[in-house]
């Protein structure tokens, strides 16, 4: 039988830019110029989040899917036009999680990381060079993920220390109380700052997982070789 997933599209308030985001899968959004680029960019990723669904044992019931039901659009914000990702919340985000409906999103988000360790461990530092991303290679992309990541969350009253996370003992601190801050705020109902959980959990995701693939596909590794 045919699965499908469910997909959101976010557009931007002078509809230059639509993201495309499955929310059932944390970290698989796409953003193009149109809604229906965006969703086709969006079913191109899909063989690639499949690495993430396998390392959070889901990828029986992800490669299961066959296309997409857009069930949402809503409106986004000056950035989801000037960037092409989404910064705006859809009704799903909104909502409220089960404790089991947490600890998904939550295990498909520590999938995300896993996969991003991953990457970064076998590229090479230096990277391709070209428009995506400024020209940075691994270790200021690297250190851009861990920055951004580290602010998020101060939301969640987390507040990890300046270069900790470089080191594998600080990066396994700070991810762990990321964690459990986020479970601890949703037993009390509690939003992340101005975010709710289901968006943190999305965005870092995304986040985390858009840097990896920008690795991989900028990799000199086999040029070097």
Known sequence: MAKHTRVTLEIGPKGKKVVAVAPDWPGLERGAKTGEDAIERLRSYIPRYSQVAKLAEMDAEFDAITNVDVVEQYSGTGSTDFWGISFAFSSIDKQG??????????TLMQACWAFF?????RVSAEMQKGPRGGGRDRDRIVGHIFANEQDWAKGLGVHTPDGAMLTGEGLKAHRD???????????QGKLAGKWP??????????HTLDHAWEMEDKDLTAKQA
């Not at 959980?197 to 995304?206: C, D, E, G, K, Q």
């Open 177 to 187: 109380a990321y964690c459990h801050a986020i479970r601890d705020y949703h037993s």
């Open 117 to 121: 360790d991953d990457v970064r461990r």
């Open 197 to 206: 959980l289901r968006y943190l959990i999305r965005h870092t995701a995304f």
């Open 97 to 106: 999680m089960s404790g089991d409906e947490l600890e998904r999103e939550l």
